[in-house]
């Protein structure tokens, strides 16, 4: 079974960058598309956007301009790069396959204002 792992999260002010970091297990990694998630506190889980196995990016209108997908298939990692931070960007941070495996521990990320 899959298993990703979250790194690179942490506290930020506003107007700020972080890159998050998720390496996965396996060697599934180049064939698969790979889907960006964040749970703020209270709040459900939810999507962010996703970048193909080929390169293709989708994100949702909340982040689009500001954040930025990448991958490494030599490194099974894909980065999530965060500019201009908002504090509404505060969660914790989660990459999954599409379809999804199981869940890692996930990054904190939290913005201050």
């Known amino acids: 079974q899959v298993q990703f792992v979250e790194s690179g999260g942490g506290l930020v002010q506003a107007g700020g960058s972080l890159r998050v970091s998720c390496v996965a297990s396996g060697n599934t990694f180049s064939a698969n598309d790979i889907g960006w998630y964040r749970q703020a506190p209270g709040k459900q889980r939810e999507f962010i956007g996703r970048i193909s196995s080929s390169g293709r990016t989708v994100y949702d209108v909340s982040v689009k301009g500001r954040f930025t997908f990448s991958r490494d298939n030599a490194k099974s990692t894909a980065y999530l790069q965060m500019d201009r931070l908002i504090p509404g960007d505060t969660a914790v941070y989660y990459c999954?396959?599409?379809?999804?495996?199981?869940w890692g521990q996930g990054t904190q990320v939290t913005v201050s204002s």
């Open positions: 999954n396959f599409i379809p999804w495996e199981s």
